[in-house]
């Protein structure tokens, strides 16, 4: 797993690919790409406390090294590829599966996090992101001094 730098064209680019999808299923009868698996793929869970922003996503058959993170500002994007192959052979069968495919995940995170500390995880298909919010983003304790 790398953490490679965001760049606001990947980001552009990625739209521009979803809106061509859009028009060409649009066109051939297909649904819209906001109704597609593609769109909600990989699936999130995030959460946050006083100091971390935490995000758990759902990659199985994805390897650790075929994931990328970044992060810019307040925008986390997840990416990557998925690689699986299935086979069973038995007396009087064979039975083969592959699936290939990319996907990308970009989130809005609620405040700016520090991106040098970010620390990611790769466990069982679940991908797990900490990501220490930065100091002006933690809340600030004021004593409220008695006369």
Known sequence: MKLVPFT???NELARLHRDMDDLVSSFFGGRPAIWSEREVWPPLDISEDENNIMVKAEVPG????DIDIS???NILSISGEKRQEKQEQEKGYFYAERSYGTFRRDLTLP????SSKI????KDGILSI???KSEKAKP???KVKGQ
């Open 62 to 65: 994805c390897r650790a090294e």
């Open 8 to 10: 606001r064209e990947k």
């Open 71 to 73: 992060v810019q500002g």
């Open 140 to 142: 600030t304790k004021i």
């Open 119 to 122: 620390d990611a995880s790769y």
């Open 130 to 132: 900490k990501m220490p």
């Open 111 to 114: 405040s700016e996090v520090e």
